[in-house]
């Protein structure tokens, strides 16, 4: 048996034992750095023809050190799963800064460095397990809504464009090293087929599959997908692949997030997962909720059995992951339901047949 195929059998027995413990926010904490146009370009695109700077993916080819350090920070402050920093090593995201080019290179990077920092912490703890999850963003682009509000049939991206990019993203990951795929922050559900769609592609051309996680993100109070749909209409056009986890994460607080967490806590029979931002933004773009608040909210989810996997998006540190890993030790995971067999079908809203 392979070290992957062993991984991903301790992580299936795992996950039926406890709650789960994703990392936070890698954008919150390269700010911190506050890195300027050098540091983004590095020697290697010193003299490229756009600005680089914001472009947090490049880090992994300019700056490496740093991701790693965040990386480490996490595994450091008690997460079983870390992230790659892929959120935007697609083609659509990397147009912005001319770097179409690199989207295999990235991934890869991101996945091997990734690995790197999980494999040397089991060395010097071998008693933990830690995951390697590669993420897969959303793109800056849409296949359901026209950018146009005067040109509502107008679309700057399509299925297939989306397609070939999240196949190429796959592909990379799994070389270098990743044991499942993150498929998150999906605003769009149009986007996030295209993705499932290219990483079964990805799977068939390398003849095995990893698990995949599905992260929606409910955009405001209305509960509601940017495209439109609740988070059971969501479940509900994905679930096909089998995850193996779906949750919800970024946009609105834990507090916030917790009515949509208990719907698809009902209605999924996989592991359902959270990592919520620190609050709302204020004023300054900051995020104001502590470890203590969060960690409340976290541990109010944990012992009302809705959760299975937890972590946090933007605006969490080490600092709350660390909170979370308090709140959730001995907490006893929660129970998949029994859902009857029902034809269900999904547009905005959910459609469960009774017969």
Known sequence: MSTRQQRLERLEEEAHKRILLLDGAMGTMIQAHKLDEADFRGERFKDHCQDLKGNNDLLLLTQPHIIADIHRAFLHAGADIIETNT??????????????????ELNLAGARLARQVADQEEQEQPSRRRWVAGVLGPTNRTASMSPKVNDPGFRN????????????STLALVEGGVDLILVETIFDTLNAKAALFAIEQAFDELDFRLPIMISGTITDKSGRTLSGQTAEAFWYSVCHVQPFSVGLNCALGAEDLRPYIEELSGVADTLVSTHPNAGLPNEFGDYDATPESMGDTLEEFARSGLVNIVGGCCGTT?????????????????????????????????FVAQI
Not at 323 to 339: L, S, W, Y
């Open 87 to 104: 959120f935007n090593s697609n083609a659509m995201s990397q147009s912005d800064y001319g770097l179409e080019s690199l989207v295999y």
């Open 157 to 168: 991206v399509n299925f297939d464009d989306l397609r070939a990019t999240y196949k190429e």
């Open 318 to 350: 080490p600092d709350h992951i660390r909170e979370f890993a308090r709140r959730i030790d001995g907490v006893p995971t929660r129970a998949k339901p029994r859902i009857s067999p029902r034809l269900r079908l999904s547009g905005l809203e959910p």
